[in-house]
């Protein structure tokens, strides 16, 4: 139960966090949109770095179906973002609210994930959920910003934005750990390296094929700096623990 509390308070965090990128954008909106770049390039460095250095060897010794997992956990949310780009990249621009509306279920979804992978990290044990927080937390914070901006742009008031963007990319992420953390603490330590390899495959996507590339369109000039030290910071973390 120890490691359900820690493993709570890293969702309630990540969701002031994104609560956070939607205020900033509200009432600074050009310094979030300026800085929201950053904490994605640090947030992906600290992901890829974690995941490879820690989650994934972890899971490796668990199961033999690690390999497989991960790379199910891969193209799981390759498939949960490709569905959201289709439906709103090749929409007729007249489907105002399928701009924001459409983004907003998905990234419930993805943000429901998240705290399904607090629940499998923690259940690990602390490093692997401390270690895997990290990252995560700070990846939220653009989130919000870009789901408070998709629903604005689909003509929703920005009151109701508000209200819709806290429940979709915030309140899921608690909501995901408290409903999953009674399943994965009671399965085998196999199956519990199954999820773990799954996770990682998602951190990886997250990380490597989300953030990254988002962040590179953007091209600010500390960009490259941001990952590198998201990077050290992973390395640091892991290293500290041997």
Known sequence: MQHFWVGF???????????????????????????????ACFASGVLISVSFLHIVPTSFEMTPLAPISLLAGYFMLYA???????????????ADYAIGLLPMIGIGLHSFIDGAIYSITFSVDLFTGIAAAIGMVLHEFPEGI????????????????????????????????????????????????????L????????????????????????????????ALVAIGIVVSKG
């Open 80 to 94: 949960v973002n490709r569905f959201l780009a289709t439906q709103v990249c090749e929409r007729p621009a007249t």
């Open 146 to 197: 870009i789901t408070y901006v998709l629903l604005l742009r689909g003509g929703v008031q920005e009151k109701t934005a508000l209200m819709l963007a806290f429940v979709a990319a915030a309140l899921t992420t608690p909501l995901g750990m408290l409903l999953s953390f009674p399943l994965v603490s009671q399965i085998s330590d196999g199956t519990l390296g199954v999820l773990l390899a």
């Open 9 to 39: 308070f890293a969702s309630l965090l990540a969701a002031g966090v994104t609560t956070a990128g939607i205020l900033v954008i509200r009432h600074f909106g050009d310094w979030g949109i300026r800085h929201s770049t950053y904490f």
């Open 199 to 230: 996770s990682a495959g998602a951190l990886i996507y997250v990380g490597a094929t989300h953030l990254l590339p988002q962040a590179e369109r953007e091209s600010r000039r500390y960009n490259f700096l941001a990952v590198a030290l998201g």
